[in-house]
C-alpha cells in the first residue's frame, strides 16, 4: 500500500475508532488495515494509535498526524480536480432530515449523480445529534435555529411555516383569531434532540394587541409594540413527541396545535384534514442549515455537495 493510501486508512481509523469498522467501509482485509498502520509507525518512529480490546484511539501524535492527513488528502484532491476538469470522486456520507430528504433531495439526486458520477453518496436519515467525525459522516442538512457548535454551518433555504390543527380539534376547542385567544387550547409538543426541552410556538407579530385591565375592571386591547417581533408561546399538551412524522400524524388526530414547515403540510391543508390557523401571526422561517467538520472544508466532494444543496432549493417550490 503506497503513503497516500495508507494516510487514508488511518484517517478512517481514527474517525471509526476501529480496526475492523475501518476493514469494512473501505472493503479490505482488516490484516492490511493493521498492516498499514504498522507501516505508517515505523516510517514515523512514533506510536500513533492507543489499543485496547474493545477502544482505538489516537496518541497526541497520532491526532497531529491526523489533521496533517486530513490537509495533505483535501489538497491531493484539490489538485487532481484543478487539471484536465477533473471531477471529484470517492465515498461521500451525508445524514439528512427525512422529510427534507423525502420532498427535496431524492427527487433531485438523478441530477447530481448525473454530474458527477464518480461520486459514491451514503445518505443516513435522522434528526438526532450525530458525531460527525466519529460516524465518519461528511456533512449534516438540519432544520432550525442552530446550537453552538464547531461545525461549519451554511444557510441552504429558509422554509416558509404554518400553524394548524385538525377540524376535530377545532369543533372542540373552537378557532383562535389572536393571540389571547390561545387561552385554553393545547399544543402537540415537539421535544428538541439538542436540549432535549418542548419547543414553544413561535408567532410574528406587528402591532400586537394585550389586553389591559380598566378602572371599571373591563379589559380592553391596547397597542403594545408596532415593529415585528416574534412571541413564543407554550401550551398544555397530552403528547410530546420527537419525530416529525409522529408529530403531523398527533395534529391529524386532534390531539393539539402544531407548527410546521408548510411544504410538509400541503396535501393536508389541501385535503382539508388540516386546516391553517392564526395566517396573519405567521410563524418565523425555518432555517435549513448544511453543517460539516472543519476538516472536511477543503474536501471537493463536500464543497460541491454544499453548492448543489444551496442551488436545489433556490430552484425547488418550498
Known sequence: MDRIEAMRVFIRIVEQRSFTQTAQDLNLPRSTVTDAVKQLEKRLNVRLLQRTTRHVSPTLDGEAYYQRCLRIIADIEDAEMAFANAKPRGLLRIDVQGTL?????????PDFIARYPDIE???SEGDRLVDLIREGIDGVLRVGNLQD???VARRVALLPQVTCAAP???QQHGTPNTLN???GHQMVGFRSSATGSLMPLEFVT???MLPVAEKDHSLQLSITHSTPEVHQVKLPTVLSVSGAESFVAAARLGLGIIQVPRYHLEPDLMAGTLVEILPEYAPPPMPVSFLYPHSRQLSPRVRIFSDWLKQLFLVTEI
Do not use: K, N, T
Request: hydrophobic content about 60%; charged content about 15%; aromatic content about 12%.
Open 149 to 151: 457548535s464547531d461545525m
Open 121 to 123: 453518496l451514503f445518505i
Open 181 to 183: 385567544e390561545l387561552a
Open 101 to 109: 430528504a423525502r420532498h427535496f433531495v431524492l427527487p433531485q439526486l
Open 206 to 208: 406587528g402591532a400586537i
Open 168 to 170: 376535530r380539534y377545532l
